[in-house]
């Protein structure tokens, strides 16, 4: 299972980085806003960083604008992916880019049809919003556990990428499931670190190094 981390925070990113936890970052318009510089600057600055995929969000709303800004994205790194989002104008710049071979992740994702429709454009990734349809009372992972179904019957190669992952539990559910990456949001990430028996495991250990006979 692949770790992409949620983020556009240059700091954090090479933080996780160093703990070999990041196979590749996702970033949105909103994680671009709240990393506080400029879009290209903070792309730039991850793709330095982060050897693996680097999703990057098109703002434009038909195809042709989203096309045009796919070819600047891929010239700012190594590993771009261009994200789309799901909409029939969407769906021809995703079609268009694929035949170019260019990465693409389907974003803002939230029913297994809009999944299916992004496989058969030729998506590299979707990306369902697991978290956004828990906040509406629906089950997020219910979809994603759908569209993997739906992925296996055809043999789709369009990765699932689970996304608007809020707590551990969701990353542990999309491992159980076998989903192929999950991004995940830096304080959910450090979360899985944590176990009240391996700290106590830890300080056991070491008041015991403590009475050893010199
Ligand atoms: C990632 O690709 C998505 O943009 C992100 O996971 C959305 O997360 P949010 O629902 O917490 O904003």
Redesign the pocket.
């Known amino acids: 299972m692949e770790f992409f981390v949620?983020t556009a925070d240059v700091d954090m990113i090479k933080k996780l980085n160093d703990m070999g936890l990041v196979d590749g970052v996702?970033?949105?318009p909103?994680?671009i806003m709240k990393a506080g510089k400029g879009h290209k600057e903070t792309i730039q600055k991850i793709s330095s960083i982060v050897k693996g995929p680097i999703?990057v969000?098109t703002l434009s709303t038909d195809a042709e604008g989203m096309v045009k800004e796919a070819l600047e994205y891929v010239t700012w790194g190594k590993n771009i992916v261009v994200?789309i989002v799901m909409t029939p104008e969407g769906m021809k710049a995703v079609k268009i880019l694929s035949k170019k071979g260019i990465k693409t992740?389907v974003?803002?994702t939230f029913s297994p049809l809009q999944a299916l429709i992004a496989a058969k454009a030729g998506a590299t990734y979707v990306?369902p919003?697991v978290?956004?349809l828990d906040d509406v009372g629906h089950f997020g992972m219910d979809t994603v556990a759908q569209i993997k179904e739906i992925y296996e019957n055809y043999g789709y190669q369009t990765k699932i990428?689970a996304?608007?992952?809020?707590h551990p539990t969701h990353v542990l559910e999309a491992a159980l499931m076998g989903v192929d990456v999950a991004?995940i949001?830096p304080d959910v990430m450090l979360k899985l670190f944590n176990h009240p028996l391996t700290d106590a495991g830890i300080k056991s250990f070491l008041d015991d190094s403590k009475k050893w006979k010199k």
């Open positions: 949620d996702t970033t949105n909103t994680l999703s969000e994200k992740n974003t803002v990306s919003f978290g956004r990428l996304a608007s992952l809020r991004t949001p």
